[in-house]
C-alpha cells in the first residue's frame, strides 16, 4: 500500500513514532481521533459512577449514602462530565476518524492547532475533578449553573469550574473551526456538498452550531467571573442585574448545545442503516435540509426551557409553536429512516441493532419532547423527572448508543480486526434493557410529581425509584463489558476485510483495514 | 358459612374483590400519571397532556409498526434483494405536511388553555409567597398575616432511624389556608436564590425569583388538604421545603384568619407594649398569690429545709435568666415545676413581682422582666 | 496551507470573538427588549409627558407590596397596601423605611410588576428605586414614588401589583469602592 512504500524513503510520511511522544505530539487525525474516543469514554466511566451515587441514594426513600450537599455535586459533575467530557469529545475524536477519510482528505486542515484542542481537555476536566477536594465541596448548582445559586451562594470552587469551561469551550471551538476549514477545503475533487456523505454534513452543521455558541457560554461564564469577583451586576438584583437574563443567555447557548449532541448522531445511524439495509438512504437531500432547518430553529426556541420563570403570553406562545415546529423536520428523518429500511435487505449485526434502538428511543425522547413543548402541560411536567427521563432517552439512547454503534461499525477499520459479535450483541441487548428500566419507569416518577434534583423522595415514589435503579446498574455495569470488547478488539480477533460491511458504501471502505497511518496523501477519483 | 358466602351471588364477590383490588388500581394510577388535580384549569391541563399522549402513541404505534414489519418481512433471507427506491416526493411531502397539520391540532387547544391561565384579574385573596433557603413564607396581604412553613418530618425518618410517616417530606408545621371556590392570587418571589412553587392538584408552577413577583392564581372548589413541592434547585435542602395548602370553607377560613389575628394582635402587644414596673407589680401579685404562695409564702420566706427562699436569693435578685430558666423548664428534682402554661404577660409580672418585692430590688440588681424577654426566651435559639 | 482554506480560517476566527461579544450584547440589548415589550416586569424611569394626561381615565387599583432581600434587617412597608388611581393620571405613593440597627447602611430597592404586560404600560416619574438609600442608625423616611398608568393599559388588567424588594448593599458597595480603588493604584 502507498503509505507502506512512502515509509521507507519520506521522512514526513512515516508510520507512528514510539511511545508516549506518539501521543503527545502527534498532529495525525486517526492519533487524535483515538485520543479523543479514549478520552471520552474515561469520562464516560466517571461520569456513570457519579450516576451509580446518585441511583444508589435514590435507590430507598430516606438519606442513606451521601448528604443532600455530596448528592448536589453529584448531580452537577455528573452532567458536566457526560456532556462536555462525554458525549462532545466522543463525537469530535470520531469526526477526527472519518471526516478525512470520508471527504478523501490526507488529514484535517489544522493539524497542530487539532492537538492542542485535545490535550487541553484533560486539564480542564483535572480542575473540575479536583474541585471536589476543595473546601466547600465541588460545584453544586446543577449543570444548568443558574444565577444567583451560582453567584452569589456558590462554593468557592466556582472560579475553577468557570476556568474549566472556558478550557472546555477553546478545546471545542478549536475543533470546530478545524471540523469546518477541513470539510470546506479539503474535499476530493468530485465530493460535492450535495454528494459529502451525512455523517460529514451533520458535523459540518454541528461545527458552525458550536462556532455560534460556545463562545455565548464563555460569555455567560465570564460574566459570572465578574459578578463574583469583580464587582459587577450581570445578574445580581441588587446591582440592577437580573437573574432570568441568566437564563436566557444559558439556553441561547444551551439549546443549540443539545442539537451539537444530537447531529452527529444523525449522520451516524443514517450510515449505518444504510450500510445494514443494503439499500440506498431514503431522502438524502431532505435529510440534509431537515438538519438545517433544525439547526436554525435551534437559536428560536430557547425561552422553552424557561416557561415557568414569568415570561409573558405573548413569549410564551410563540416558543411553543417555534418548538412544535422542530418535530416537523425531525419527524422527515425517523421516516426517511423507516423509508429506507422498508423492503431493504436487512441484517441485525452489533451496529444495526443499537441504530434500530436509537430511532425507536430517540423517537421517544422526541415525543415526550413535543409533549413538554405544550406549555399549560410542561407546567405540570417542568423540572420533574419527566424531564430527567426525556433528555435521557435522547441523550443515552440517543448519542450514546449511536457512538456505541459508531465504534462497533468503523472498528474494524480503525484497528483491522472485527470485534466479537456475539459479545457485542450481549452487549447491546444488557444496554437496550438497562437503559429502559432505567429510565422509562422515570416518565411516570415525574407524571406522578417527583422534583428532579431531589435526594430524597415521599414514599409514594418509592417502587419506581428502585426499578429504575436496578435498570442504572444494569446499564452501568454492562459498559464494563463494552469496555472488554474494544480491548479484545484491539488485541486481536478475525481479520476485517477492506469492505468490512456488504453494503458499505463510502471513501473511508476503498482504504486497507486496518486504515493505514496516512491515507488519501494523493486525493482518490470520486465521480 | 363459607359455602353460603361463596354463593351468596356473584356480586359480592366481585365487590369483595373490587374492594381489594381497588386501592391497588387506585394507587397504581396515582403513581403512573398526572394527577387530574381539583380545578378547572388542572382539569384542562390534564385533558390537554391525555391528548398529546394519545396522539404520541398513535404516531408511534404507525411508525414502529412499520419499521417492525419491515424487520420481520425484510430480512436478508427473506427479501435476498433489495428494493431500489430512495425518493418519492408525493411521500415526503405528505409526511411534511401532515405532522404540521397534527401539530396545529395540538397547539390550538393548549394556546387557549394558556390564555384562560394567563388571565388577570385580582383575586379575592392574594398571598404573597417568599421562597427562602429552605423554607416557604406566607403573607395574606389583605389580612397582614404572615407566618413561616418549614418541613415538619423528623430527621430520624431521613436518617432512617425510625419508621417513616404517611407523608415523608410531604408534611409541615403550618399550612396555608385559603377558603374554597374563592379566587385566591399568589404573588411568588424569593428572598436569596431562585425556588419554584409547585401544586400539582392546581396545575401551579411558578418560579420564585428574588427581585421579582410572578402571579399565579387558582379557584378550588373541594375543600382539602393539597400538597406541593419546591422544583428548582434551591441549594442542600431543595428537596426539604414542601408546600401543604388547606382548602376550607368560607366560615372555617373566617375562624381561622380570626385566630391568627389574634395571635398577631396578642404577640405584638406583647413585644411592643411599654410595660411600667407598676403594671407588671400588680399582675404579678395576683398570680403569685394563686400559684406560688402555697409553697414560697406570702414573706416570700418559703419553709426552711423544704421550699427555698425567694427573699433573698442570689438567682432572683441578680440572674434574670436563670430565673426565667427556672420558671419556664423546672426545677429537676425539686418540688419546682415548669410553669410555661402561663402565658408570656403572667410570666414577666411574676418574675418581676419577686425581684421586686421583700427588699430584693434594693438588695439585688433591681431588674424587671417584660413580656418580651419571655418571647425571646421561647424562640428557637440557633 | 490553501489559500481558500486560509479565508475559511480567518472568517470563522473572527466569528468567535464577535459570538463573544454577542453574548455581552444580549445584556443591553435585553434591556432594550424589556422596555419596549414591558417583559419581566421591569420599570424604567420616564420623562413627564402631557400626552399621557387624560380625563377619560377608568380607576384601578395599585398594589404595594414589600419584601426584604436576605438579611436585610431594616423595616420596610408601603404606607398604603392598596391605592386607588385613575389611568392617565399622575399619582404618588410612599413607602416607609427605617434603619432598625445600630450602624450605616445603604440600601437599594428593586422594582417587579405583575402582571408583566402591565409593565410598559406603567410609568415611572420618580422612584426612590432610582436612587441608592443610605440611612443612619435608627433613621426612618418615607420613600416617594410618582406615576402614572398609561390609558392604553389593556382592559383586562383591573388590578396592578408594584413589588419593591430591598437588598443590604453596604459591603456590596464597599467591594466595588475597593476594586475600583485597587484599580486607581
Same mark, same amino acid.
Given at each position: 500500500?502507498?503509505?507502506?512504500?512512502?515509509?521507507?524513503?519520506?521522512?514526513?510520511?512515516?508510520?507512528?513514532?514510539?511511545?508516549?511522544?506518539?501521543?503527545?505530539?502527534?498532529?495525525?487525525?486517526?492519533?487524535?481521533?483515538?485520543?479523543?474516543?479514549?478520552?471520552?469514554?474515561?469520562?464516560?466511566?466517571?461520569?456513570?459512577?457519579?450516576?451509580?451515587?446518585?441511583?444508589?441514594?435514590?435507590?430507598?426513600?430516606?438519606?442513606?449514602?451521601?448528604?443532600?450537599?455530596?448528592?448536589?455535586?453529584?448531580?452537577?459533575?455528573?452532567?458536566?462530565?457526560?456532556?462536555?467530557?462525554?458525549?462532545?469529545?466522543? $463525537?469530535?475524536?470520531?469526526?477526527?476518524?472519518?471526516?478525512?477519510?470520508?471527504?478523501?482528505?490526507?488529514?484535517?486542515?489544522?493539524?497542530?492547532?487539532?492537538?492542542?484542542?485535545?490535550?487541553?481537555?484533560?486539564?480542564?476536566?483535572?480542575?473540575?475533578?479536583?474541585?471536589?477536594?476543595?473546601?466547600?465541596?465541588?460545584?453544586?448548582?446543577?449543570?444548568?449553573?443558574?444565577?444567583?445559586?451560582?453567584?452569589?451562594?456558590?462554593?468557592?470552587?466556582?472560579?475553577?469550574?468557570?476556568?474549566?469551561?472556558?478550557?472546555?469551550?477553546?478545546?471545542?471551538?478549536?475543533?470546530?473551526?478545524?471540523?469546518?476549514?477541513?470539510?470546506?477545503?479539503?474535499?476530493?475533487?468530485?465530493?460535492?456538498?450535495?454528494?459529502?456523505?451525512?455523517?460529514?454534513?451533520?458535523?459540518?452543521?454541528?461545527?458552525?452550531?458550536?462556532?455560534?455558541?460556545?463562545?455565548?457560554?464563555?460569555?455567560?461564564?465570564?460574566?459570572?467571573?465578574?459578578?463574583?469577583?469583580?464587582?459587577?451586576?450581570?445578574?445580581?438584583?441588587?446591582?440592577?442585574?437580573?437573574?432570568?437574563?441568566?437564563?436566557?443567555?444559558?439556553?441561547?447557548?444551551?439549546?443549540?448545545?443539545?442539537?451539537?449532541?444530537?447531529?452527529?448522531?444523525?449522520?451516524?445511524?443514517?450510515?449505518?442503516?444504510?450500510?445494514?439495509?443494503?439499500?440506498?438512504?431514503?431522502?438524502?437531500?431532505?435529510?440534509?435540509?431537515?438538519?438545517?432547518?433544525?439547526?436554525?430553529?435551534?437559536?428560536?426556541?430557547?425561552?422553552?426551557?424557561?416557561?415557568?420563570?414569568?415570561?409573558?403570553?405573548?413569549?410564551?406562545?410563540?416558543?411553543?409553536?417555534?418548538?412544535?415546529?422542530?418535530?416537523?423536520?425531525?419527524?422527515?428523518?425517523?421516516?426517511?429512516?423507516?423509508?429506507?429500511?422498508?423492503?431493504?435487505?436487512?441484517?441485525?449485526?452489533?451496529?444495526?441493532?443499537?441504530?434500530?434502538?436509537?430511532?425507536?428511543? $430517540?423517537?421517544?425522547?422526541?415525543?415526550?419532547?413535543?409533549?413538554?413543548?405544550?406549555?399549560?402541560?410542561?407546567?405540570?411536567?417542568?423540572?420533574?423527572?419527566?424531564?430527567?427521563?426525556?433528555?435521557?432517552?435522547?441523550?443515552?439512547?440517543?448519542?450514546?448508543?449511536?457512538?456505541?454503534?459508531?465504534?462497533?461499525?468503523?472498528?474494524?477499520?480503525?484497528?483491522?480486526?472485527?470485534?466479537?459479535?456475539?459479545?457485542?450483541?450481549?452487549?447491546?441487548?444488557?444496554?437496550?434493557?438497562?437503559?429502559?428500566?432505567?429510565?422509562?419507569?422515570?416518565?411516570?416518577?415525574?407524571?406522578?410529581?417527583?422534583?428532579?434534583?431531589?435526594?430524597?423522595?415521599?414514599?409514594?415514589?418509592?417502587?419506581?425509584?428502585?426499578?429504575?435503579?436496578?435498570?442504572?446498574?444494569?446499564?452501568?455495569?454492562?459498559?464494563?463489558?463494552?469496555?472488554?470488547?474494544?480491548?479484545?478488539?484491539?488485541?486481536?480477533?478475525?481479520?476485517?476485510?477492506?469492505?468490512?460491511?456488504?453494503?458499505?458504501?463510502?471513501?473511508?471502505?476503498?482504504?486497507?483495514?486496518?486504515?493505514?497511518?496516512?491515507?488519501?496523501?494523493?486525493?482518490?477519483?470520486?465521480? | 358459612?363459607?359455602?353460603?358466602?361463596?354463593?351468596?351471588?356473584?356480586?359480592?364477590?366481585?365487590?369483595?374483590?373490587?374492594?381489594?383490588?381497588?386501592?391497588?388500581?387506585?394507587?397504581?394510577?396515582?403513581?403512573?400519571?398526572?394527577?387530574?388535580?381539583?380545578?378547572?384549569?388542572?382539569?384542562?391541563?390534564?385533558?390537554?397532556?391525555?391528548?398529546?399522549?394519545?396522539?404520541?402513541?398513535?404516531?408511534?404505534?404507525?411508525?414502529?409498526?412499520?419499521?417492525?414489519?419491515?424487520?420481520?418481512?425484510?430480512?436478508?433471507?427473506?427479501?435476498?434483494?433489495?428494493?431500489?427506491?430512495?425518493?418519492?416526493?408525493?411521500?415526503?411531502?405528505?409526511?411534511?405536511?401532515?405532522?404540521?397539520?397534527?401539530?396545529?391540532?395540538?397547539?390550538?387547544?393548549?394556546?387557549?388553555?394558556?390564555?384562560?391561565?394567563?388571565?388577570?384579574?385580582?383575586?379575592?385573596?392574594?398571598?404573597?409567597?417568599?421562597?427562602?433557603?429552605?423554607?416557604?413564607?406566607?403573607?395574606?396581604?389583605?389580612?397582614?398575616?404572615?407566618?413561616?412553613?418549614?418541613?415538619?418530618?423528623?430527621?430520624?425518618?431521613?436518617?432512617?432511624?425510625?419508621?417513616?410517616?404517611?407523608?415523608?417530606?410531604?408534611?409541615?408545621?403550618?399550612?396555608?389556608?385559603?377558603?374554597?371556590?374563592?379566587?385566591?392570587?399568589?404573588?411568588?418571589?424569593?428572598?436569596?436564590?431562585?425556588?419554584?412553587?409547585?401544586?400539582?392538584?392546581?396545575?401551579?408552577?411558578?418560579?420564585?425569583?428574588?427581585?421579582?413577583?410572578?402571579?399565579?392564581?387558582?379557584?378550588?372548589?373541594?375543600?382539602?388538604?393539597?400538597?406541593?413541592?419546591?422544583?428548582?434547585?434551591?441549594?442542600?435542602?431543595?428537596?426539604?421545603?414542601?408546600?401543604?395548602?388547606?382548602?376550607?370553607?368560607?366560615?372555617?377560613?373566617?375562624?381561622?384568619?380570626?385566630?391568627?389575628?389574634?395571635?398577631?394582635?396578642?404577640?405584638?402587644?406583647?413585644?411592643?407594649?411599654?410595660?411600667?414596673?407598676?403594671?407588671?407589680?400588680?399582675?404579678?401579685?395576683?398570680?403569685?398569690?394563686?400559684?406560688?404562695?402555697?409553697?414560697?409564702?406570702?414573706?416570700?420566706?418559703?419553709?426552711?429545709?423544704?421550699?427555698?427562699?425567694?427573699?433573698?436569693?442570689?438567682?432572683?435578685?441578680?440572674?434574670?435568666?436563670?430565673?426565667?430558666?427556672?420558671?419556664?423548664?423546672?426545677?429537676?428534682?425539686?418540688?419546682?415545676?415548669?410553669?410555661?402554661?402561663?402565658?408570656?404577660?403572667?410570666?414577666?409580672?411574676?418574675?418581676?413581682?419577686?425581684?421586686?418585692?421583700?427588699?430584693?430590688?434594693?438588695?439585688?440588681?433591681?431588674?424587671?422582666?417584660?413580656?418580651?424577654?419571655?418571647?425571646?426566651?421561647?424562640?428557637?435559639?440557633? | 496551507?490553501?489559500?481558500?482554506?486560509?479565508?475559511?480560517?480567518?472568517?470563522?476566527?473572527?466569528? &468567535?470573538?464577535?459570538? @463573544?461579544? @454577542?453574548?455581552?450584547?444580549?445584556?443591553?440589548?435585553?434591556?432594550?427588549?424589556?422596555?419596549?415589550?414591558?417583559?419581566?416586569?421591569?420599570?424604567?424611569?420616564?420623562?413627564?409627558?402631557?400626552?399621557?394626561?387624560?380625563?377619560?381615565?377608568?380607576?384601578?387599583?395599585?398594589?404595594?407590596?414589600?419584601?426584604?432581600?436576605?438579611?436585610?434587617?431594616?423595616?420596610?412597608?408601603?404606607?398604603?397596601?392598596?391605592?386607588?388611581?385613575?389611568?392617565?393620571?399622575?399619582?404618588?405613593?410612599?413607602?416607609?423605611?427605617?434603619?432598625?440597627?445600630?450602624?450605616?447602611?445603604?440600601?437599594?430597592? &428593586?422594582?417587579? &410588576? +405583575?402582571?408583566?404586560?402591565?409593565? +410598559?404600560?406603567?410609568?415611572?416619574?420618580?422612584? @426612590?428605586?432610582?436612587?441608592?438609600?443610605?440611612?443612619?442608625?435608627?433613621?426612618? +423616611?418615607?420613600?416617594?414614588?410618582?406615576?402614572?398608568?398609561?390609558?392604553?393599559?389593556?382592559?383586562?388588567?383591573?388590578?396592578?401589583?408594584?413589588?419593591?424588594?430591598?437588598?443590604?448593599?453596604?459591603?456590596?458597595?464597599?467591594?466595588?469602592?475597593?476594586?475600583?480603588?485597587?484599580?486607581?493604584?
Amino acid at each position: 500500500m502507498s503509505a507502506v512504500i512512502e515509509n521507507h524513503h519520506d521522512d514526513h510520511h512515516h508510520g507512528p513514532a514510539k511511545g508516549i511522544t506518539r501521543w503527545l505530539y502527534t498532529t495525525n487525525h486517526k492519533d487524535i481521533g483515538t485520543l479523543y474516543l479514549w478520552f471520552s469514554f474515561a469520562m464516560f466511566l466517571i461520569g456513570g459512577a457519579m450516576a451509580m451515587v446518585i441511583r444508589a441514594e435514590l435507590f430507598q426513600p430516606g438519606m442513606q449514602i451521601v448528604e443532600p450537599e455530596f448528592y448536589n455535586q453529584m448531580i452537577t459533575l455528573h452532567g458536566l462530565i457526560m456532556i462536555f467530557g462525554g458525549v462532545m469529545p466522543a $463525537f469530535v475524536g470520531l469526526a477526527n476518524w472519518l471526516v478525512p477519510m470520508m471527504i478523501g482528505a490526507p488529514d484535517m486542515a489544522l493539524p497542530r492547532m487539532n492537538n492542542l484542542s485535545f490535550w487541553i481537555l484533560p486539564f480542564a476536566f483535572f480542575i473540575l475533578l479536583s474541585s471536589l477536594f476543595m473546601e466547600g465541596g465541588a460545584p453544586n448548582f446543577g449543570w444548568t449553573f443558574y444565577a444567583p445559586l451560582s453567584t452569589t451562594y456558590a462554593p468557592p470552587s466556582v472560579t475553577f469550574f468557570i476556568f474549566s469551561v472556558h478550557i472546555m469551550g477553546a478545546s471545542s471551538i478549536m475543533g470546530s473551526i478545524n471540523v469546518v476549514v477541513t470539510i470546506m477545503n479539503m474535499r476530493a475533487p468530485g465530493v460535492d456538498l450535495m454528494k459529502m456523505p451525512l455523517f460529514v454534513w451533520s458535523w459540518l452543521i454541528t461545527a458552525y452550531l458550536l462556532i455560534a455558541v460556545m463562545p455565548v457560554l464563555a460569555g455567560a461564564v465570564t460574566m459570572m467571573l465578574m459578578d463574583i469577583h469583580f464587582g459587577t451586576s450581570f445578574f445580581n438584583a441588587a446591582g440592577g442585574g437580573d437573574p432570568v437574563l441568566f437564563q436566557h443567555i444559558f439556553w441561547f447557548f444551551g439549546h443549540p448545545e443539545v442539537y451539537i449532541m444530537i447531529l452527529p448522531a444523525f449522520g451516524i445511524v443514517s450510515h449505518i442503516i444504510e450500510t445494514f439495509s443494503r439499500k440506498q438512504l431514503f431522502g438524502y437531500s431532505s435529510m440534509v435540509w431537515a438538519m438545517l432547518s433544525i439547526a436554525i430553529l435551534s437559536f428560536v426556541v430557547w425561552a422553552h426551557h424557561m416557561f415557568t420563570v414569568g415570561l409573558p403570553l405573548a413569549a410564551e406562545i410563540f416558543f411553543m409553536w417555534a418548538t412544535m415546529l422542530i418535530a416537523v423536520p425531525t419527524g422527515v428523518k425517523v421516516f426517511n429512516w423507516v423509508a429506507t429500511m422498508f423492503r431493504g435487505s436487512l441484517t441485525f449485526e452489533t451496529p444495526m441493532l443499537f441504530a434500530i434502538s436509537f430511532v425507536v428511543l $430517540f423517537t421517544i425522547g422526541g415525543l415526550s419532547g413535543l409533549m413538554l413543548a405544550i406549555v399549560p402541560a410542561d407546567f405540570q411536567y417542568h423540572d420533574t423527572y419527566f424531564v430527567v427521563a426525556h433528555f435521557h432517552y435522547v441523550l443515552v439512547p440517543g448519542a450514546i448508543f449511536s457512538i456505541m454503534a459508531a465504534v462497533y461499525y468503523w472498528i474494524p477499520k480503525w484497528c483491522g480486526n472485527m470485534y466479537d459479535e456475539r459479545l457485542g450483541k450481549l452487549h447491546f441487548w444488557l444496554s437496550f434493557i438497562g437503559v429502559n428500566v432505567t429510565f422509562f419507569p422515570q416518565h411516570f416518577i415525574g407524571l406522578a410529581g417527583m422534583p428532579r434534583r431531589y435526594p430524597d423522595y415521599s414514599l409514594i415514589f418509592a417502587d419506581w425509584n428502585m426499578v429504575s435503579s436496578v435498570g442504572a446498574f444494569l446499564f452501568g455495569f454492562s459498559q464494563l463489558l463494552f469496555l472488554f470488547i474494544v480491548i479484545k478488539t484491539v488485541m486481536g480477533g478475525k481479520k476485517a476485510t477492506d469492505q468490512v460491511w456488504e453494503g458499505a458504501k463510502g471513501l473511508e471502505w476503498t482504504v486497507a483495514s486496518p486504515a493505514p497511518y496516512h491515507t488519501f496523501s494523493t486525493p482518490p477519483k470520486v465521480d | 358459612m363459607i359455602y353460603k358466602f361463596f354463593n351468596l351471588s356473584k356480586k359480592n364477590i366481585s365487590i369483595f374483590l373490587f374492594f381489594i383490588a381497588s386501592p391497588l388500581i387506585k394507587a397504581d394510577w396515582f403513581a403512573l400519571n398526572m394527577t387530574r388535580g381539583s380545578t378547572d384549569i388542572s382539569n384542562e391541563v390534564f385533558e390537554l397532556h391525555m391528548l398529546i399522549f394519545w396522539i404520541c402513541v398513535v404516531i408511534g404505534v404507525l411508525v414502529f409498526g412499520v419499521m417492525f414489519y419491515s424487520m420481520w418481512a425484510h430480512t436478508k433471507k427473506k427479501n435476498p434483494v433489495p428494493a431500489k427506491f430512495h425518493e418519492n416526493h408525493k411521500l415526503e411531502i405528505a409526511w411534511t405536511i401532515i405532522p404540521f397539520l397534527i401539530l396545529i391540532a395540538m397547539a390550538v387547544p393548549a394556546s387557549k388553555t394558556l390564555v384562560k391561565i394567563y388571565d388577570d384579574e385580582a383575586g379575592d385573596i392574594n398571598i404573597q409567597v417568599t421562597g427562602y433557603q429552605w423554607k416557604w413564607q406566607y403573607n395574606y396581604l389583605e389580612d397582614d398575616v404572615s407566618f413561616f412553613s418549614n418541613l415538619s418530618t423528623d430527621l430520624d425518618e431521613i436518617y432512617n432511624l425510625v419508621p417513616k410517616g404517611e407523608n415523608y417530606l410531604q408534611e409541615v408545621d403550618e399550612m396555608v389556608v385559603i377558603p374554597a371556590g374563592k379566587k385566591v392570587r399568589f404573588l411568588i418571589t424569593a428572598n436569596d436564590v431562585i425556588h419554584s412553587w409547585w401544586l400539582p392538584a392546581f396545575a401551579i408552577k411558578q418560579d420564585a425569583i428574588p427581585g421579582f413577583v410572578n402571579t399565579a392564581w387558582t379557584i378550588v372548589d373541594k375543600p382539602g388538604i393539597y400538597r406541593g413541592k419546591c422544583t428548582e434547585l434551591c441549594g442542600k435542602n431543595h428537596g426539604f421545603m414542601p408546600i401543604v395548602v388547606k382548602v376550607v370553607e368560607q366560615s372555617e377560613y373566617d375562624d381561622w384568619v380570626y385566630g391568627k389575628k389574634q395571635e398577631s394582635i396578642k404577640l405584638a402587644e406583647l413585644t411592643t407594649k411599654e410595660w411600667t414596673t407598676g403594671e407588671l407589680m400588680e399582675r404579678g401579685e395576683g398570680i403569685y398569690q394563686v400559684n406560688c404562695v402555697a409553697c414560697h409564702q406570702t414573706s416570700g420566706e418559703g419553709i426552711t429545709g423544704i421550699f427555698p427562699a425567694l427573699a433573698g436569693s442570689d438567682v432572683v435578685m441578680n440572674n434574670k435568666d436563670r430565673n426565667i430558666e427556672i420558671l419556664m423548664e423546672g426545677v429537676q428534682g425539686a418540688a419546682m415545676n415548669s410553669f410555661s402554661y402561663l402565658s408570656e404577660v403572667e410570666l414577666a409580672a411574676v418574675i418581676t413581682y419577686t425581684r421586686q418585692s421583700w427588699g430584693n430590688a434594693e438588695k439585688g440588681d433591681g431588674e424587671i422582666v417584660i413580656p418580651k424577654d419571655i418571647v425571646d426566651y421561647k424562640e428557637p435559639k440557633i | 496551507m490553501k489559500k481558500d482554506a486560509k479565508k475559511t480560517l480567518i472568517k470563522l476566527v473572527v466569528a &468567535v470573538p464577535l459570538m @463573544f461579544a @454577542f453574548g455581552f450584547a444580549l445584556v443591553p440589548l435585553y434591556d432594550v427588549f424589556c422596555e419596549v415589550t414591558g417583559i419581566n416586569g421591569k420599570v424604567f424611569q420616564s420623562e413627564y409627558s402631557e400626552d399621557l394626561i387624560t380625563d377619560d381615565g377608568r380607576t384601578i387599583a395599585i398594589q404595594f407590596i414589600s419584601t426584604n432581600n436576605e438579611n436585610m434587617p431594616w423595616t420596610f412597608k408601603p404606607s398604603e397596601q392598596v391605592m386607588k388611581i385613575e389611568t392617565g393620571k399622575y399619582h404618588g405613593a410612599t413607602f416607609y423605611v427605617k434603619n432598625t440597627t445600630n450602624r450605616k447602611m445603604t440600601a437599594q430597592a &428593586v422594582p417587579s &410588576v +405583575a402582571p408583566s404586560n402591565a409593565a +410598559a404600560h406603567l410609568k415611572k416619574l420618580e422612584c @426612590f428605586c432610582f436612587e441608592q438609600q443610605e440611612l443612619m442608625p435608627g433613621e426612618e +423616611a418615607l420613600l416617594p414614588v410618582k406615576l402614572l398608568v398609561s390609558n392604553e393599559l389593556p382592559s383586562n388588567i383591573k388590578n396592578i401589583i408594584l413589588s419593591y424588594t430591598i437588598f443590604d448593599i453596604t459591603d456590596y458597595n464597599d467591594e466595588v469602592l475597593a476594586h475600583h480603588q485597587m484599580a486607581a493604584e
